[in-house]
Each structure stands twice: as structure tokens, then as C-alpha cells.
């Protein structure tokens, strides 16, 4: 029998990024092994060394915005990451649920919780929520991942701890559902990563058509120049070129200052995309020119209607 592909996915079982990477591999354990891991940082690190061949990261929420751990590690300030190339996404519907113990059965009242366990993200989601049914003397703790939040509630018998999670989490740990669908908003939906080495296998080959996207990061030759962003950014106009993402992050890097910033711009087109190519060839030269430094983080096709 063929060896199974590894990919791996933000751990424990059951959290949202492992549901993500069975839908960006609908083949499922017949053809991959799903390898979890503590930390999205894991994720990149497990795909760096070629412990597994791709991973899965979130990367943005609709409502509470960019997922910092990704972004952290894709600025790749210590150049540990250099062959990570970014080769597909997945959008998925993402609905929270507050699980725990009820105090006694029947009892729907939350007042007995006297802590929260959560991923930040999901805490950023259910913020209104959390607001007006929860009192303010509930601690609020973050952990790396919901299905870790579960996993931590599971073990307090007393029913003082809860956890924000999705449905299958509560299920694989034994918890009671609280509350259900507690995110702030109805759309609330995550974008996730599917990440793989440049030299690795492709991914979704054989898939004709579509829209692709792409992925570069770039520090700016001078903060002290007016307009000196504005140039790079006039560059995807120049060509075209139209952008579906802008993110940044403190540089950080040797040579760079205090609030000098690594900038992260994703537009529409890739290399290999048919007629665009060589609008993308050519702003890769503009960004040769007008940035002090630049990467290409990597080209996928448009994951929306999946
Ligand atoms: O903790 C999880 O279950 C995750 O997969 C992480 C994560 C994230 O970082 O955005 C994924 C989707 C939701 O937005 C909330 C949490």
C-alpha cells in the first residue's frame, strides 16, 4: 500500500483547522495522515523540515480579522521558514458554542462558571456574546486552540470551567452544549492556508480553471519618504492588478527601527495563471525596484465556492 501523505493541522483533534484540512483533503485518511499539533507555528515548523509534505493554518476571520500567529510566522523574521510557499485556502463557516457542565440537570443558568478557556480568535468572535451573558468576573484565559479549550474544561468536573469550541470538540471531550451558535455575527467564516515546501508536491493539480491569488511581502526602501508604500502599491495598479489583502507586521528585522514595518499584499493572479502572467511577471520586477527587499509567499487558486 502507497505511504500515506502527511499534512499537518492546529491540534487537537476536533478544531476547526483539523475540520478545514478535511475539507482541503477530501480524500481523507484513505490517502493522508492528519498529524496535529500544538501551535500554528508547529504547523509551519512540521512543513519546513519535511515531517509532513503540506499543513493547514487559519489565516483570517471575517469578524475578528488576520490570525497574528500566521502572519507572525510567514514574516519569517529569522529566515527559519524560507521554503514555505502558501498553495491553497479554504473558507469555512465557523460556529461556537459554549460548553461545559450545567450546574444540575435542568438547570440552564450560566452563573457557575467561574472561568473561560478559548483560541483568542474565538474569543474575539463571541465578544457581544460574552458581554451580555456572562459576568465580568469570569476569567478569561487563551489557549493555543478550541479543541485544547475543551480538552482543559473536560477535566473540571466541578463544571466552574467552560470552553468556546466548536460542536465536534464538545462531543470528542464529553462536554454539554450551554450555549450554541454564540458568534457575534451569522457570517462569521475563517479562511485557512494550505501550506507545502516550494520543492514539495503540488497541490490540487490536475484542477483546470479558476481565479488565482498570490501572496508577497516586502519592506519599504525608506519610512521617511512621503509615499514611498503608495509606490509600491501603485504598482499593482500599473499592472492590473487587483488587491484582495493588506496586512503588516513590525519588521523587526536586523537594520530595521521601531515601527519600521514588514507589509503583506495579496492580489488576484498568480505565475503559470494564463493571461495575467505576465502582468504578475512585471510587477515582481517593479517590486525588485521599489521595495528594499521582497517575497514571493506563494500562488493558490481562489478557494471561494469550494
Ligand atoms: O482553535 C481552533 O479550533 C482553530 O482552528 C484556530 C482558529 C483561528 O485561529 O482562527 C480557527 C478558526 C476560528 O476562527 C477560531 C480559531
Wanted: include cysteine; hydrophobic fraction near 35%.
Amino acid at each position: 500500500m502507497a505511504e500515506k501523505v502527511k499534512v499537518a493541522f492546529l491540534g487537537p483533534v476536533a478544531t476547526y483547522t483539523h475540520q478545514a484540512t478535511k475539507t482541503a483533503f477530501p480524500e481523507g485518511e484513505e490517502k493522508y495522515e492528519f498529524v496535529p499539533t500544538n501551535t500554528i507555528r508547529d504547523v509551519f515548523d512540521h512543513v519546513q523540515s519535511s515531517q509532513t509534505t503540506f499543513g493547514v493554518v487559519p489565516f483570517e476571520n471575517s469578524t475578528h480579522g488576520v490570525v497574528s500567529f500566521t502572519l507572525d510566522a510567514l514574516a519569517d523574521r529569522d529566515s527559519s521558514l524560507e521554503d514555505i510557499s502558501i498553495c491553497g485556502e479554504v473558507y469555512m463557516d465557523i460556529h461556537h458554542y459554549l460548553l461545559g457542565y450545567h450546574s444540575r440537570p435542568g438547570d440552564e443558568g450560566l452563573g457557575h462558571i467561574k472561568r473561560i478557556y478559548s483560541h483568542p480568535q474565538a474569543f474575539g468572535q463571541t465578544i457581544q456574546f460574552r458581554r451580555k451573558n456572562l459576568s465580568r468576573e469570569v476569567e478569561v484565559i487563551d489557549v493555543a486552540s478550541t479543541s485544547k479549550a475543551a480538552e482543559i474544561a473536560a477535566q473540571d468536573k466541578t463544571g466552574e470551567s467552560a470552553a468556546i469550541a466548536g460542536r465536534l470538540a464538545g462531543e470528542e471531550n464529553g462536554l454539554e452544549v450551554l450555549r450554541g451558535c454564540i458568534e457575534d455575527r451569522e457570517d462569521n467564516t475563517t479562511r485557512f492556508f494550505v501550506i507545502r515546501r516550494k520543492d514539495g508536491p503540488t497541490y490540487g493539480a490536475g484542477e483546470e480553471g479558476g481565479e488565482y491569488k498570490s501572496l508577497v511581502s516586502f519592506t519599504v526602501s525608506s519610512h521617511e519618504t512621503p509615499g514611498a508604500l503608495a509606490n509600491v502599491l501603485g504598482c499593482f495598479k500599473q499592472r492590473g492588478l487587483n488587491l484582495s489583502s493588506i496586512n503588516s507586521v513590525p519588521g523587526l528585522r536586523r537594520g530595521q527601527r521601531a515601527f519600521e514595518y514588514l507589509f503583506f499584499v495579496e492580489f488576484e493572479g498568480c505565475l503559470g495563471d494564463g493571461d495575467r502572467e505576465g502582468r504578475v511577471k512585471g510587477v515582481m520586477e517593479d517590486l525588485g525596484r521599489e521595495t528594499s527587499g521582497w517575497r514571493l509567499l506563494g500562488g493558490w487558486k481562489n478557494g471561494r465556492g469550494r
